[in-house]
């Protein structure tokens, strides 16, 4: 962000100009994949309500989702904080995430499949009529203005 | 010059001990600035404390508070509240509801044929009505009494409620109409037409807070961000408390949170040691634990006025608020005070920048204090409102 925005002048601050920049820094992040964390397409869950009447809403939550579309089923570390009987502890750990991992695995995978594809064809759907009403909107503009010059000449 | 010098307000409860609720509030605090400057105040209200049970809980009759006749009347109780809440239900749920469903909305409200006589019983003895807010059944019937007289504040929000014929047929039935913040009027001259002649913004006033003398203050952490009221969904809290868990996660900056008011706090477990729970505190110690704070967040989209960032900015603490909601946002960017964030990324921007740049931050705060001076002292407020009065 420029710091020249984030002048404090004799008029007071200009807010609207702050967030227009801090508008412009996150355009540009997300584009570098800074925002594309699991973690915020889930803290979003609450804040999906509030755009139902956007326009931006269907583009914004399609973001979301793809965040936090697929089910992390990959091996993690496992530690034990408690240093008492720690590695005891870690072995077992493993031992359990071993046989869940086993009975699981097929189970997520399949979900992380569906899950996609199902992305894949809400993304697809939005997409094409998205594109379908941006060009009946032209073809009505281009109407109106015909209709207009018609009744004028 | 106040031509209105006998003045009724009307509200469905009386903001009174536990009874808090922003329009209530309002409602009392204008009444008694209109007792405050000479004018005749007489306040009618139902015995009910409870807004969802409208149980009769106070005894019917007079009492005085700060200068203010006020008069309690029995809630009737042959509400048929399942019906009410069918209506309210199929009205929540699509925007535009059957014409049966606002009938059964209305009738099945809250009502009191005691309060509805006396107004028409005293129809002579009141020079203006103000009444609100506009979602009670009490205030619907109410207006139709005297409209020519009744001056309507109605609290709106962007909501189901807001589309409904019946209040649009208030709006249009009503002499003048108070709003509380320029957004607001706006939104009812988008619906329902209002012409500018009959709506005026006037709002709540605030006392000063001396800062100085809040010395007394609670446990606080060192360093922190603030959220004062109901804790809820309609609120935002929750979103809140995902957001800053999030950044907590992301930025690795130990910043923590702040809770002061009512109802359980919806958070995630990991953010739980970084939650400082205060609820209800004194007026005071929470003007404390506001002007301590980085900035008062409020995620609420549905406010007609915002009263809490208000008393923030009274405090000298910037605000950082939910661009959908239009009121707040006009608030920041009216008096330079505050941020406004859509989603989580401009959110951790916009909380990155406040807590990197103290000097921007402090000058934030100061510029919302210099706002609320001159726009909602209550010798301004009560001057507005004296003029949508008189008009």
Same mark, same amino acid.
């Given at each position: 962000?420029?710091?020249?925005?984030?002048?404090?002048?004799?008029?007071?601050?200009?807010?609207?100009?702050?967030?227009?920049?801090?508008?412009?820094?996150?355009?540009?992040?997300?584009?570098?994949?800074?925002?594309?964390?699991?973690?915020?397409?889930?803290?979003?869950?609450?804040?999906?309500?509030?755009?139902?009447?956007?326009?931006?809403?269907?583009?914004?939550?399609?973001?979301?989702?793809?965040?936090?579309?697929?089910?992390?089923?990959?091996?993690?570390?496992?530690?034990?904080?408690?240093?008492?009987?720690?590695?005891?502890?870690?072995?077992?750990?493993?031992?359990?995430?071993?046989?869940?991992?086993?009975?699981?695995?097929?189970?997520?995978?399949?979900?992380?499949?569906?899950?996609?594809?199902?992305?894949?064809?809400?993304?697809?759907?939005?997409?094409?009529?998205?594109?379908?009403?941006?060009?009946?909107?032209?073809?009505?503009?281009?109407?109106?203005?015909?209709?207009?010059?018609?009744?004028?000449? | 010059?106040?031509?209105?010098?006998?003045?009724?307000?009307?509200?469905?409860?009386?903001?009174?001990?536990?009874?808090?609720?922003?329009?209530?509030?309002?409602?009392?605090?204008?009444?008694?600035?209109?007792?405050?400057?000479?004018?005749?105040?007489?306040?009618?209200?139902?015995?009910?404390?409870?807004?969802?049970?409208?149980?009769?809980?106070?005894?019917?009759?007079?009492?005085?508070?700060?200068?203010?006749?006020?008069?309690?009347?029995?809630?009737?109780?042959?509400?048929?509240?399942?019906?009410?809440?069918?209506?309210?239900?199929?009205?929540?749920?699509?925007?535009?509801?059957?014409?049966?469903?606002?009938?059964?909305?209305?009738?099945?409200?809250?009502?009191?044929?005691?309060?509805?006589?006396?107004?028409?019983?005293?129809?002579?003895?009141?020079?203006?009505?103000?009444?609100?807010?506009?979602?009670?059944?009490?205030?619907?019937?109410?207006?139709?009494?005297?409209?020519?007289?009744?001056?309507?504040?109605?609290?709106?929000?962007?909501?189901?409620?807001?589309?409904?014929?019946?209040?649009?047929?208030?709006?249009?039935?009503?002499?003048?109409?108070?709003?509380?913040?320029?957004?607001?009027?706006? @939104?009812?001259?988008?619906?329902?037409? /209002?012409? &500018?002649?009959?709506?005026?913004?006037? !709002?709540? %006033? =605030?006392?000063?807070? +001396?800062?100085?003398?809040?010395?007394?203050?609670?446990?606080?952490?060192?360093?922190?961000?603030?959220?004062?009221?109901?804790?809820?969904?309609?609120?935002?809290?929750?979103?809140?408390?995902?957001?800053?868990?999030?950044?907590?996660?992301?930025?690795?900056?130990?910043?923590?949170?702040?809770?002061?008011?009512?109802?359980?706090?919806?958070?995630?477990?990991?953010?739980?040691?970084?939650?400082?729970?205060?609820?209800?505190?004194?007026?005071?110690?929470?003007?404390?634990?506001?002007?301590?704070?980085?900035?008062?967040?409020?995620?609420?989209?549905?406010?007609?006025?915002?009263?809490?960032?208000?008393?923030?900015?009274?405090?000298?603490?910037?605000? @950082?608020?939910?661009?959908?909601?239009? /009121?707040? &946002?006009?608030?920041?960017?009216?008096? !330079?005070? %505050? =941020?406004?964030?859509? +989603?989580?990324?401009?959110?951790?921007?916009?909380?990155?920048?406040?807590?990197?740049?103290?000097?921007?931050?402090?000058?934030?705060?100061?510029?919302?204090?210099?706002?609320?001076?001159?726009?909602?002292?209550?010798?301004?407020?009560?001057?507005?409102?004296?003029?949508?009065?008189?008009?």
């Amino acid at each position: 962000m420029s710091d020249a925005i984030f002048q404090i002048g004799a008029d007071g601050i200009d807010t609207e100009a702050i967030v227009a920049e801090i508008r412009a820094t996150v355009a540009q992040k997300t584009k570098e994949g800074v925002y594309a964390d699991s973690r915020i397409g889930r803290a979003e869950r609450f804040n999906l309500m509030n755009f139902k009447n956007e326009e931006d809403f269907l583009p914004f939550y399609l973001d979301c989702l793809k965040d936090a579309v697929f089910v992390d089923i990959n091996d993690f570390e496992i530690y034990e904080r408690r240093a008492r009987l720690a590695r005891p502890l870690v072995v077992l750990k493993k031992y359990i995430w071993k046989i869940l991992k086993f009975y699981t695995y097929r189970l997520w995978s399949q979900q992380n499949q569906v899950n996609g594809l199902l992305l894949t064809a809400v993304e697809n759907i939005e997409t094409r009529y998205r594109s379908k009403i941006s060009a009946l909107e032209k073809r009505v503009a281009e109407l109106e203005q015909n209709a207009t010059g018609n009744s004028g000449s | 010059m106040n031509t209105a010098k006998r003045i009724a307000f009307v509200c469905p409860r009386f903001a009174e001990g536990g009874t808090v609720g922003g329009a209530e509030t309002l409602l009392r605090n204008l009444a008694t600035q209109a007792a405050k400057a000479g004018q005749q105040v007489t306040f009618l209200t139902t015995c009910a404390t409870s807004h969802v049970s409208w149980t009769n809980t106070l005894p019917p009759g007079r009492k005085s508070f700060d200068g203010v006749d006020v008069h309690f009347f029995p809630v009737d109780q042959d509400r048929n509240e399942g019906a009410f809440l069918h209506a309210q239900q199929s009205i929540c749920s699509q925007r535009k509801a059957t014409l049966d469903d606002e009938a059964e909305w209305v009738d099945n409200g809250v009502h009191s044929s005691e309060l509805y006589a006396h107004l028409d019983t005293h129809r002579e003895d009141y020079d203006r009505i103000i009444m609100g807010p506009y979602l009670f059944g009490l205030v619907y019937k109410a207006s139709t009494i005297i409209p020519e007289k009744t001056v309507l504040v109605p609290c709106l929000h962007d909501e189901s409620f807001a589309y409904l014929d019946c209040t649009r047929n208030l709006f249009e039935r009503v002499r003048t109409i108070m709003f509380n913040a320029q957004p607001e009027r706006a @939104l009812a001259e988008r619906l329902f037409n /209002v012409p &500018r002649e009959k709506s005026h913004v006037v !709002g709540m %006033g =605030l006392d000063p807070v +001396n800062i100085k003398a809040l010395t007394d203050s609670p446990m606080l952490p060192p360093q922190y961000i603030i959220y004062c009221g109901r804790r809820e969904t309609m609120k935002g809290t929750p979103l809140l408390t995902d957001y800053l868990t999030v950044f907590r996660q992301r930025t690795g900056r130990d910043i923590r949170i702040v809770f002061t008011g009512s109802g359980s706090i919806e958070a995630p477990d990991i953010l739980r040691s970084a939650i400082t729970d205060l609820g209800f505190v004194s007026e005071a110690h929470k003007h404390a634990a506001m002007a301590g704070a980085v900035a008062f967040c409020h995620p609420s989209v549905n406010e007609s006025l915002g009263i809490v960032i208000l008393e923030s900015w009274l405090c000298g603490t910037p605000v @950082l608020v939910h661009a959908i909601s239009d /009121v707040l &946002r006009d608030h920041c960017a009216r008096s !330079g005070g %505050g =941020l406004w964030f859509r +989603n989580y990324p401009e959110f951790e921007e916009s909380l990155t920048l406040m807590l990197d740049r103290k000097d921007l931050n402090q000058a934030m705060g100061e510029a919302g204090r210099k706002y609320v001076q001159e726009e909602y002292s209550w010798e301004r407020v009560t001057q507005k409102m004296f003029h949508a009065l008189d008009a």
